[in-house]
Protein backbone atom coordinates (compact mmCIF):
# COMPACT_ATOMS: atom_id res chain seq x y z
CA UNK A 1 0.00 0.00 0.00
CA UNK A 2 1.57 3.15 -1.37
CA UNK A 3 1.36 5.56 1.38
CA UNK A 4 0.01 9.43 0.28
CA UNK A 5 2.21 12.45 1.04
CA UNK A 6 0.59 16.22 0.98
CA UNK A 7 1.29 17.94 -1.78
CA UNK A 8 0.15 21.29 -3.39
CA UNK A 9 -3.74 19.48 -3.99
CA UNK A 10 -4.44 18.00 -1.24
CA UNK A 11 -7.13 19.33 0.32
CA UNK A 12 -5.80 19.48 4.25
CA UNK A 13 -3.10 20.84 4.00
CA UNK A 14 -2.54 23.89 5.22
CA UNK A 15 -1.81 26.88 2.92
CA UNK A 16 -1.15 29.96 3.79
CA UNK A 17 -0.28 33.59 2.10
CA UNK A 18 1.36 36.55 2.55
CA UNK A 19 -1.44 39.61 1.74
CA UNK A 20 0.11 43.06 1.56
CA UNK A 21 -2.59 45.25 3.74
CA UNK A 22 -2.77 49.29 5.46
CA UNK A 23 -2.99 50.13 8.47
CA UNK A 24 -6.80 50.69 8.00
CA UNK A 25 -6.84 46.83 7.29
CA UNK A 26 -4.99 45.95 10.45
CA UNK A 27 -6.96 47.99 12.42
CA UNK A 28 -10.14 46.15 11.52
CA UNK A 29 -8.46 42.90 12.08
CA UNK A 30 -7.83 44.03 15.80
CA UNK A 31 -11.46 45.34 15.71
CA UNK A 32 -12.49 41.37 14.91
CA UNK A 33 -9.97 39.92 17.34
CA UNK A 34 -11.12 42.03 20.36
CA UNK A 35 -14.94 41.38 19.44
CA UNK A 36 -14.55 37.94 19.41
CA UNK A 37 -12.55 37.00 22.16
CA UNK A 38 -14.78 40.06 23.91
CA UNK A 39 -17.77 37.67 22.75
CA UNK A 40 -16.40 34.64 24.86
CA UNK A 41 -16.01 36.58 27.96
CA UNK A 42 -12.86 37.90 28.36
CA UNK A 43 -12.58 41.02 30.35
CA UNK A 44 -10.21 44.09 29.16
CA UNK A 45 -7.04 42.50 30.65
CA UNK A 46 -7.11 39.45 29.33
CA UNK A 47 -8.22 40.31 25.75
CA UNK A 48 -4.74 42.92 25.76
CA UNK A 49 -2.56 40.23 26.92
CA UNK A 50 -3.38 37.79 24.39
CA UNK A 51 -2.78 41.18 21.70
CA UNK A 52 0.55 41.47 23.17
CA UNK A 53 1.84 37.68 23.67
CA UNK A 54 3.57 36.68 20.02
CA UNK A 55 2.73 33.50 20.07
CA UNK A 56 -0.69 35.30 18.14
CA UNK A 57 0.66 36.18 15.57
CA UNK A 58 -2.49 38.81 13.83
CA UNK A 59 -3.41 39.86 17.31
CA UNK A 60 0.46 40.49 18.17
CA UNK A 61 1.00 42.16 14.57
CA UNK A 62 -2.04 44.78 14.87
CA UNK A 63 -0.47 45.24 18.71
CA UNK A 64 2.64 46.66 16.84
CA UNK A 65 1.11 48.17 14.00
CA UNK A 66 -1.06 50.08 16.07
CA UNK A 67 0.37 50.54 19.65
CA UNK A 68 -0.81 50.09 23.08
CA UNK A 69 -3.10 53.46 23.35
CA UNK A 70 -4.88 52.59 20.23
CA UNK A 71 -5.35 48.93 21.07
CA UNK A 72 -6.43 50.00 24.36
CA UNK A 73 -9.46 52.20 22.54
CA UNK A 74 -10.23 49.35 20.22
CA UNK A 75 -10.16 47.05 23.00
CA UNK A 76 -12.75 49.13 25.76
CA UNK A 77 -15.57 49.49 22.68
CA UNK A 78 -15.09 45.53 21.92
CA UNK A 79 -15.17 44.81 24.94
CA UNK A 80 -18.10 47.50 26.99
CA UNK A 81 -21.33 45.65 25.38
CA UNK A 82 -20.51 42.57 26.96
CA UNK A 83 -19.26 44.03 30.07
CA UNK A 84 -22.83 43.62 31.71
CA UNK A 85 -22.99 39.93 30.22
CA UNK A 86 -21.26 36.61 32.11
CA UNK A 87 -21.02 33.62 30.90
CA UNK A 88 -21.39 30.80 33.66
CA UNK A 89 -21.37 27.05 32.75
CA UNK A 90 -22.90 24.34 35.25
CA UNK A 91 -22.78 20.36 34.84
CA UNK A 92 -25.62 18.51 36.49
CA UNK A 93 -26.61 15.02 36.67
CA UNK A 94 -29.31 14.44 33.90
CA UNK A 95 -32.73 12.78 35.94
CA UNK A 96 -33.42 9.11 34.51
CA UNK A 97 -37.22 10.26 33.47
CA UNK A 98 -36.24 13.15 31.76
CA UNK A 99 -37.25 13.13 27.59
CA UNK A 100 -34.19 12.71 25.62
CA UNK A 101 -32.43 14.18 23.05
CA UNK A 102 -31.21 11.80 20.81
CA UNK A 103 -31.62 8.16 21.32
CA UNK A 104 -29.82 5.79 23.52
CA UNK A 105 -26.98 3.75 23.43
CA UNK A 106 -27.62 0.05 23.41
Same mark, same amino acid.
Given at each position: ?????????????????? *??? !?? =??? &??? +?? /?????? @??????????????????????????? *??? !?? =??? &??? +?? /?????? @??????????????????????E
Open positions: MRRRTAGPADPMMRVGHA *VPC !EA =RDV &EAM +AE /AFAEEL @AQIGFDEARVLRIFRHPFYGGPHLAWR *VLG !EE =RLR &EIV +AR /AVGPWR @AMRVRVEDQAVPPESPRLWPRR
